[in-house]
């Protein structure tokens, strides 16, 4: 697969013109070439075979040669609520469940949360995505939505989009049921649960449970937010 690059606007003709980041990196790490070609995707679902036709100072301009459908999602729905990690954490969970096929990730508000979602941090995490689907050969983005409270994260209202759908509601904590005695073989929408750092209160948990929760355990031993939910995430994505 040749160098893959995101063009944030839809690729509708026969000229794409890149800038910004995108531009940046072809024009000057990849010491992009008139003639070279790579691989562009606009989260459509698609991706183009294009050729570079001129550099400028800050943009490139390709004319597109080929486009292929290449659909490389999960045959279901897959949501994830998280309370964020602090820090550089943020950015390798967004780059994990990228890769590993999450359609949606809220970063969640709870008790016990350590880091709150700001515009600048959801920004930055939004670049991270982009990077990690050019990585990874997604051809659409993890979208991360609002922040949202953990009450509104867990009602029952929020179901699948097609209603007529069931749907498979999965949360993180130790004294569930283990994992491995989880039916997860039949591809179903699933929404997932990790609490902070601290976990969640008794509180929060018993709300989730109300709500028609079903607690997951992963194991004997104390995971960090990224790991459970990478962890819980792979058991429902590659099963």
């Keep these: 697969m040749s160098e893959r690059f995101f063009s944030a606007v839809p690729i509708a003709g026969q000229r794409v013109m890149l800038d910004g980041a995108e531009a940046h990196h072809l024009l ?31 943009q490139v301009e390709l004319q597109v040669v080929e486009r292929r459908e290449m659909d490389r999602e999960l045959p279901f729905s897959l949501a994830v609520g998280v309370a964020l990690p602090k820090g550089d954490r943020q ?5 994990k469940l990228t ?5 949606t990730l809220v970063p969640l508000a709870t008790e016990r949360g350590v880091a709150q979602p700001t515009a600048g941090a959801i920004e930055r995490l939004g670049r991270a995505v982009i990077e990690a689907a050019k990585q990874c050969g997604r051809n659409r983005l993890m979208r991360i939505a609002e922040p949202q409270a953990w009450g509104e994260w867990i009602s ?5 989009a097609d209603r007529r759908l069931p749907e498979r ?28 750092e601290g976990g969640l ?3 929060e948990v018993a709300a989730a449970i109300a709500a028609g929760w079903h607690a997951v355990d992963l194991g004997p031993r104390i995971l960090r937010v990224e790991t459970a939910a990478v962890a819980l995430v792979a058991a429902v994505s590659l099963r």
Excluded: C, N, Y
Aim: glycine share 10%; aromatic share 4%.
């Design 91 to 95: 950015k390798w969970l967004v780059e």
């Design 169 to 196: 509601r999965l949360l993180a904590h130790p004294g569930g049921t283990p994992s491995s005695e989880i039916e997860l073989s039949t591809p179903m929408a699933t929404r997932i649960a990790i609490g902070p």
């Design 28 to 58: 000057h790490v990849m010491r992009a070439a008139v003639g070279q070609r790579v691989t562009l995707f606009d989260d459509s679902g698609a991706e183009f075979t294009a050729v570079v036709e001129a550099l400028g100072r800050a």
């Design 156 to 160: 029952p209202d929020q179901i699948a």
């Design 201 to 203: 209160t008794e509180a």
């Design 99 to 103: 890769e590993l096929g999450v359609a």
